[in-house]
């Protein structure tokens, strides 16, 4: 099982995860300072021409895939996120095309073993409007529908494909508005548990889409977010 971007926050919560549940475990990522007893792959996921690559060698190494975890992602603070294109450009090349390629790697793979399952990891920003982070949000939307693309494109051959959505967890991206006391209150204030999450409250979400638990789902988003896309507000 290869998760990506998992050297920290919610990839490495989920590879620990499938890790405990005894499932051999495969991370990519750029660096690695977090240690797990995983077969660790280092890629940038920016350098696209060694995705595929690295994808095969993995299959020819193990023999299977049997799901794959997109969790890498990027978010790029701009004074001028409307007009910054290199933010914009760096943002989709990791959130969105080397996922889009990881996808397209393993989906052979997978369908030549009539089974395997894809989660992308999206956000609630996929869905919902936030301010002055527009590559982001473009980025996670577009993944959002990569997902859906996969599910019918490849559903017929044993592949699913399907979204899980973060709401507000506390990792290095989101730690700033973590730690300011207005910011804090005001994504509190907005789910209807009123608490933050944590990157361990995606691992069973994760372990359930991985497995025959969700063999009749494929498509679909299965939102973390302590009901932040419900609350309508009074």
Same mark, same amino acid.
Not at 51 to 78: F, P
Not at 101 to 129: D, F, H, K, Y
């Given at each position: ?50 995705? $595929?690559?690295?994808?095969?060698? +993995? !299959?020819?190494?193990? =023999? ?5 975890? &997109? /969790? ?71 993944? $959002?529908?990569?997902?859906?693309? +996969? !599910?019918?494109?490849? =559903? ?5 494909? &399907? /979204? ?71």
């Amino acid at each position: 099982m290869i998760v990506t971007g998992s050297n920290r926050g919610i990839g490495y919560a989920i590879a620990n995860g499938l890790k405990e549940q005894n499932a051999r475990v495969i991370r990519i990522g750029r660096k690695f300072d977090s240690s797990l007893d995983t077969d660790d792959r280092t890629l940038d996921l920016h350098n696209h021409s060694e995705i $595929r690559a690295t994808i095969e060698k +993995i !299959a020819s190494e193990y =023999g299977r895939i049997d799901a794959l975890v &997109n /969790n890498a992602g990027i978010s790029v603070s701009s004074d001028s996120p409307y007009s910054d294109i290199e933010s914009f450009d760096m943002t989709l090349s990791i959130n969105l095309t080397a996922a889009f390629l990881l996808c397209g790697a393993v989906c052979p793979i997978m369908a030549s073993q009539s089974r395997g399952s894809i989660i992308n990891i999206t956000s609630i920003g996929a869905e919902l409007g936030f301010p002055n982070n527009p590559a982001y949000q473009v980025s996670k939307a577009g993944l $959002r529908q990569l997902t859906k693309a +996969i !599910a019918r494109d490849w =559903g017929s051959l044993g592949v699913r494909a &399907n /979204n899980l959505c973060p709401g507000y967890i506390r990792t290095g991206m989101t730690e700033n508005s973590y730690s300011d006391e207005t910011l804090h209150a005001q994504r509190l204030e907005q789910t209807l548990l009123k608490s933050w999450g944590e990157p361990t409250d995606l691992i069973g979400p994760a372990i359930f889409l991985i497995s025959d638990a969700s063999k009749y789902m494929t498509g679909s988003d299965l939102y973390v977010d302590a009901g932040w896309t419900a609350n309508g507000g009074l």
